[in-house]
């Protein structure tokens, strides 16, 4: 059976936590979901994401729900880098990738 976990949600916050539970849900399932329903969910929960950005909660929810944390990085990457992952993890995944860039180049 699964644990139950309570958390106090801000008003304000509650459409962002029932679209991270949505998708925890849909990250856990045996099969596949539809491809229209997961691009439909995450854009939603993109919004949602950009709307709360400087919330003071929204890091605790996130630690929550690791499949909207990895939403957040996407959104974040481009100007941020992983802003979520512990500095070493962003920096060994940041040099994994160049090194791969290289061989692949051919250098």
């Known amino acids: 059976m699964p644990s ?4 106090a949600v801000p008003a304000e916050l509650l459409s962002l936590v029932r679209l991270a539970q949505l998708l925890q849900a ?3 399932q ?3 979901a539809d491809p229209h329903q997961y691009q ?3 854009q939603k929960l993109g919004v949602e994401l950009r709307e709360h950005q400087g919330h003071p909660v929204l890091a605790s929810l ?3 729900f690791p499949a909207a944390a990895e939403v957040y990085e996407n959104l974040q990457y481009g100007h941020a ?3 979520r992952a512990p500095l070493e993890m962003s920096l060994s995944s940041e040099l994994a990738t160049r090194s791969l ?3 692949i180049r051919g250098g």
Request: net charge negative.
């Open 81 to 83: 880098g992983l802003v």
């Open 30 to 32: 045996d099969h596949a």
């Open 4 to 7: 139950v976990i309570k958390l």
């Open 40 to 42: 439909l969910l995450v």
């Open 26 to 28: 849909l990250e856990g």
């Open 62 to 64: 996130l630690d929550h």
């Open 101 to 103: 860039l290289d061989r």
